[in-house]
């Protein structure tokens, strides 16, 4: 993955952005929307619509967590996933949702069997 910088319309500044890994030959088609993944989303944006990746701040969340690339203040909590059949991190992604950083599933936080710790 290369990192690069980009300009966000929607809070006025440069921004980081992530690219996959280009592809080693011309008959590839150029990198979508789809792939990229802005590292800055969060607080700052102002919009129900990222322009960098063309989908809502959440989902540029969820991309991001699926993408290995990990955001250092973004919320963590242990919980069950049942795809993964384990205890495992999941991020959260907006108020409502949450991704498993292990397969990526995106589930409702109400839906989330939390583990809590030895303090907890």
Known sequence: METHIAYCSACDRDVRIVLPDT????????????E???????????????PIGAVSPTAMKVRRVRSGVRAVLQPVVKAECER????????????????????????GRGDLTLVLGRDG
């Open 23 to 34: 592809p080693m030959h011309d008959a590839q088609a150029p990198v979508t929307d789809g």
């Open 84 to 107: 993964c059949g384990r205890v495992t991190d999941y991020c959260i992604v907006s108020a409502e949702y949450a991704t498993c950083v292990d397969c990526g599933t995106t589930v």
């Open 36 to 50: 990229i993944v802005c590292l800055e989303v969060g607080e700052r944006c102002t919009g129900a619509l990222c």
